[in-house]
């Protein structure tokens, strides 16, 4: 099985920081990445699929990128929306990564 | 509208079975896989497994092979997750989820159904 690995685990960042959540898978996935927003009590939200590609609707301030074993996704400008916990997901056989929760500092 | 519509919360005493039902709206399932996602309180997104309704093929990730049983009835535009020998570590919200887009990942989810074990 694919294992996937997100650091850090607990993000405390303030409204306006860059925060970069990073994503490791324990063999080669390519391209086949995709990141989830959640929040409580809700179902999780495509945020970004193929490693970079912005899912429809979604602000232009989450960006993704990597290939291969090693990806991050960025939001370049800290929106109050934006505490939630994140997901990475490898498609080839669909596990997630532990989790990222971006806290307020 | 595409909408994946869930059954209600179940609550089941340990070594019982629940099965969860995924009904389909503004969407020919037919067209991808279904897959079906646990969630335990206060933990992470664990895949357990997907169905192809064209043809019916399963995939199961190995910690729940041999207890989950994902059927579809295209019929009904339904997708069902059946999970046996409950025991308190499978009190979790349980999400189906598929890609309609066509991009990758899973673009629509059901709500969550909570079903909690407890004797």
């Known amino acids: 099985d694919i294992q996937m690995t997100q650091s850090p685990s607990t993000l405390s960042a303030s409204v306006g920081d860059r925060v970069t959540i990073t994503c490791r898978a324990s063999q080669s996935i390519s391209r086949w990445l995709a990141w989830y927003q959640q929040k409580p009590g809700k179902a999780p939200k495509l945020l970004i699929y193929e490693a970079s590609n912005l899912e429809s609707g979604v602000p232009s301030r989450f960006s993704g990128s990597g290939s291969g074993t090693e990806f991050t996704l960025t939001i370049s400008s800290l929106q109050p929306d934006d505490f939630a916990t994140y997901y990475c997901q490898q498609y080839n056989s669909w596990t997630f990564g532990q989790g990222t929760k971006v806290e307020i500092k | 509208e595409v909408q994946l519509v869930q059954s209600g919360a179940e609550v089941k005493k340990p070594g019982a079975t629940v099965k969860i039902s995924c009904m389909f709206f503004?969407?020919?399932?037919?067209?991808?896989?279904i897959h079906w996602v646990q969630q335990a309180p206060g933990k992470g997104l664990e895949w357990m497994g997907r169905v192809n309704p064209e043809d019916d093929e399963t995939i199961y990730a190995e910690k729940f092979q041999g207890r989950v049983t994902i059927t579809a009835d295209t019929s009904r535009d339904t997708v069902y997750m059946e999970l046996t020998s409950l025991t308190s570590e499978d009190t979790a919200v349980y999400f189906c989820?598929?890609?309609?887009?066509?991009?990758?990942?899973?673009?629509?989810w059901g709500q969550g159904t909570l079903v909690t074990v407890s004797s």
């Open positions: 989820a598929t890609l309609v887009g066509g991009g990758g990942g899973f673009d629509y």
């Open positions: 503004g969407y020919l399932f037919s067209d991808d896989y």
